[in-house]
């Protein structure tokens, strides 16, 4: 069974709905361990942007957890979600689709972010604020791994 042309670009945009900085850091990670991705951008093969890529992955992790932590749905965290989900729908996409892609990514990640954060809010009622971001965390860190392996795993592997 074939794919859909943009299916990647789309979940990759729901991963970034509910950690903006995860998609990019699962990027970063395959393009290190030799991945190459099916849409064509330089950007991830820059060093810079890989481990910076990865230390905001990890950043945004740990401060989800803070009870200072803003919503998800604030301006600058909707940017997050766009810039992120449009680099990485892009990347995930067919080449010479790369547009589609990313905005098949922003298009799923920006109302999603509101529904994924509805979803947080009433699973911190439910069991704590750390609780339910570990758990989140666990569901979105596994989920953007998986669609990244999917993803590339059709393209040719290389020495980047």
């Known amino acids: 069974m074939k794919t859909p ?19 990019m850091a699962t990027l970063s990670a395959a393009r290190l361990l030799g991945h190459s991705t099916p849409g064509a951008l330089a950007l991830l093969d820059r060093p810079l942007f890989k481990f910076g890529a990865l230390a905001m992955g990890a950043g945004e992790l740990a401060g989800d957890k803070m009870k200072s932590a803003p919503d998800r749905t604030v301006l600058p965290g909707l940017l997050a979600r766009v810039a992120s989900a449009g680099i990485a729908g892009a990347a995930l996409a067919p080449r010479g689709r790369e547009s589609a892609g990313a905005a098949a990514a922003i298009g799923t990640a920006v109302p999603l972010a509101y529904l994924t954060l509805d979803a947080r809010k009433r699973a911190m009622r439910q069991v704590g604020q750390t609780r339910s971001g570990l758990l989140e965390d666990a569901l979105v860190i596994a989920g953007g791994i998986a669609i990244v392996s999917l ?10």
């Not at 042309?5 to 998609?23: D, E, Q």
């Not at 795993?153 to 020495?159: A, D, E, F, I, L």
Request: hydrophobic fraction near 50%; charge should be positive.
């Open 151 to 160: 993803a590339v795993r059709g393209s040719k592997s290389s020495s980047r």
């Open 5 to 23: 042309a943009l299916l990647w670009s789309a979940l990759i945009g729901a991963v970034a709905s509910a950690r903006s900085m995860t998609p």
